[in-house]
């Protein structure tokens, strides 16, 4: 079981940082997504880290804005979201599937595909005010 945790509401151009807990394990090779999905709009991937071996993925959209980790803790991970705008305001979710292969997915395909994780939490909302 996944939950998701520090979404809110802030002003373009302020941060927000997101975790992702997971509960009864711990992230040993997993690959974790965060995926957004707006009113009206297609789930999207933004950010995805294989904690086996640290490869990390990031979507156009966020590259240089939004930061992936894995905590100390092994069982969380975070996306640090800076320089928020309004196009970033929609459900968060995190996403994870043991292994390798959604990561290998991601690098050969260049995005991340919802059915390549297996594991959701319920979302955290994010909202970006201009």
């Known amino acids: 079981q996944l939950e998701e945790s520090g979404g809110g509401s802030v002003q373009a151009g302020g941060s927000l940082s997101l975790s992702c807990t997971a509960s009864?394990?711990?992230?040993?090779?997993?690959?974790i997504g965060w995926f957004r999905q707006a009113p009206g709009k297609e789930r999207e991937g933004v950010a995805a880290i294989y904690t086996g071996g640290g490869s990390t993925y990031y979507a156009d959209s966020v590259k240089g804005r939004f930061t992936i980790s894995q905590g100390n803790a092994k069982n969380t991970v975070y996306l640090q979201m800076n320089s928020l705008k309004p196009e970033d305001t929609a459900l968060y979710y995190c996403?994870?599937?043991?292994?390798?292969?959604?990561?290998?997915?991601?690098?050969?395909?260049?995005?991340?595909?919802?059915?390549?994780?297996?594991?959701w939490g319920q979302g955290t909302r994010v909202t970006v005010s201009s």
């Open positions: 009864g394990y711990t992230y040993n090779s997993n690959c």
């Open positions: 996403a994870t599937d043991e292994g390798i292969w959604p990561m290998t997915r991601i690098q050969a395909l260049g995005v991340m595909a919802p059915a390549d994780f297996g594991v």
